[in-house]
């Protein structure tokens, strides 16, 4: 992700994407680890979770890896034990979704997942582009 889109979530959500120093977890140093085309996806994952951090001041989010693997987006977190569900169902949801998500562009007009090296999921223009 573009320096300035990850600058953007870093700053609007601060309680969810806190960055450690030293360095503790991935995203302390990677910070997020996909497209931009995941951007709004990701937003919009972090604005569910910040609702219900605004709702109970005594729950903590705590991001540790935000990245794509085998063509999904991966949301690695620690929180509240009492809320863990809620947001394993958000993260959940969110990870089912970027399936459907061009990994580049953000589309999901003709989104599909290669079956050979390494597994992206991108539209056939992004796909083309690509090779």
Known sequence: MTPELQEKLLNKYPKIFKINNPPQFPFDLYKFESWDGWYDLIDKTAAKIQKILDNDKQLYF???????????????FNCNAKNYENFRKIISEAEKES????EKCGTKENVSQNKNEYILT??????????
């Not at 399936?99 to 061009?102: P, Y």
């Not at 991108?122 to 090779?131: A, E, I, P, T, V």
């Open 99 to 102: 399936l459907f998500i061009c």
């Open 122 to 131: 991108l539209c056939d223009n992004c796909r083309s582009q690509n090779k």
């Open 62 to 76: 705590n991001t540790l890896q935000n990245k794509q693997k085998f063509s999904s987006l991966r949301w690695y």
